[in-house]
T-cell receptor
């Protein structure tokens, strides 16, 4: 069975500081994808960053970077220079399957981390 | 217009009511999904449609009935729900490339459902 674990129910960070949100995963697949989504109070899940299991370099998207450690099965999200607007729930998710799989968009989510940025 | 639009945003219904949730995507995607988000639980995948065909039913009770008339629209018909069905229902879409790198899923803002 596949599983995503986010051990931090809540995190606080001061504005302009960096913060790391933890995510570990469990899968027996060799090919998989890892995602981070942000969910503000409005409810919408906003895609932030993606890491493929065969990608050799850590993914980066603006202030977001993914610290991918395959051997440890961890995919931590690093947010640099935090902003007040970053306050939200953050979800780590995994997509099973890869090339050759037909229906590959079943995302498995963790329970999320609530990030609060203070001035 | 946002990429994935869900209506209504909020819904309160009695256990004997029949209602429908609507999702529309303007991204040209060919796959659509319903997820359920309950308090303090991970998002749960309910249904998947690829090219208008249902390809996944994640052991969802029959009181939830999906409908996908075309690749842009997805409905979730509700009848005789229970209070424990109260949750945020999220619709998502993506472009399924047949196993190669699919796009990330884009989500709507959800419908907050309360069953009384």
């Amino acid at each position: 069975a596949q599983k995503i674990t986010q051990t931090q129910p809540g995190m606080f960070v001061q504005e302009k500081e960096a913060v790391t949100l933890d995510c570990t995963y469990d899968t027996s697949d060799q090919s998989y994808g890892l995602f981070w989504y942000k969910q503000p109070s409005s409810g919408e899940m906003i895609f932030l960053i993606y890491q493929g299991s065969y990608d050799e370099q850590n993914a980066t998207e603006g202030r977001y970077s993914l610290n991918f450690q395959k051997a440890r099965k961890s995919a931590n999200l690093v947010i640099s220079a935090s902003q007040l607007g970053d306050s939200a729930m953050y979800f780590c998710a995994m997509r099973e399957g890869g090339i050759g799989s037909y229906n590959t968009d079943k995302l498995i989510f963790g329970t999320g981390t609530r990030l609060q940025v203070f001035p | 217009e946002t990429g994935v639009t869900q209506t209504p945003r909020h819904l309160v219904m009695g256990m004997t009511n029949k209602k429908s949730l609507k999702c529309e995507q303007h991204l040209g995607h060919n796959a659509m999904y319903w997820y359920k988000q309950s308090a303090k639980k991970p998002l749960e995948l309910m249904f998947v449609y690829n090219f208008k065909e249902q390809t996944e039913n994640n052991s969802v009770p029959s009181r939830f009935s999906p409908e996908c008339p075309n690749s842009s629209h997805l409905f979730l018909h509700l009848h005789t729900l229970q209070p424990e069905d109260s949750a945020l229902y999220l619709c998502a879409s993506s472009q399924d490339r047949g196993g190669r790198r699919n796009t990330e899923a884009f989500f709507g803002q959800g419908t907050r459902l309360t069953v009384v």
